[in-house]
């Protein structure tokens, strides 16, 4: 049973890692064309490198994300199994179990809240226009908005 749970444990690593890597090359390339084809005069005016990041960054759910949340349930799953087990067995378990647990709690919590927080901003851009973020052109002296 435990090298079942050992090679499960192990391709869901290698599958979490793989969507990572796969979500930051899709990134980074799509922004360095972004920004090959802004230094060619084809794309947009904005020189650098991130901004076109910034632009390149899915609207949508990818398959990291799903991964994020399959990882963030079988965590806390097995967090709320160690959980039940140490307030069955209290004496068998050291004292500083407890913060353990409390940790891995307040850890799987704290990174599903920020990976929300990130859905709801990049969805919530895109759901508002186009799908790109509101232009900015006050850096640009002869782009400004002047008054009539």
């Known amino acids: 049973m435990m090298m079942i749970l050992a090679i499960l444990g192990a391709a869901l690593g290698l599958a979490a890692t793989g969507t990572a890597v796969w979500m930051a090359w899709s990134v980074w390339?799509?922004?360095?064309?972004?920004?090959?084809?802004?230094?060619?005069?084809?794309?947009?005016?904005k020189p650098g490198l991130l901004p076109h990041l910034q632009a390149a960054v899915p609207r949508q759910w990818t398959y990291f994300d799903y991964m994020l949340l399959l990882l963030f349930l079988t965590g806390s799953m097995f967090l709320f199994t160690d959980l039940i087990a140490v307030l069955r067995d209290a004496e068998l378990f050291p004292p500083y179990h407890y913060g353990y647990l409390l940790c891995g709690f307040v850890f799987s919590f704290t990174g599903m809240l920020m990976m929300a927080v990130r859905l709801f901003l990049v969805l919530g851009s895109g759901a508002s226009g186009s799908g790109t973020p509101a232009e900015n052109h006050q850096d640009q002296p002869g782009e400004r908005e002047h008054a009539e």
Not at 29 to 45: E, F, K, N, Q, Y
């Open 29 to 45: 390339s799509a922004g360095r064309a972004g920004a090959a084809a802004a230094a060619d005069g084809t794309g947009g005016a």
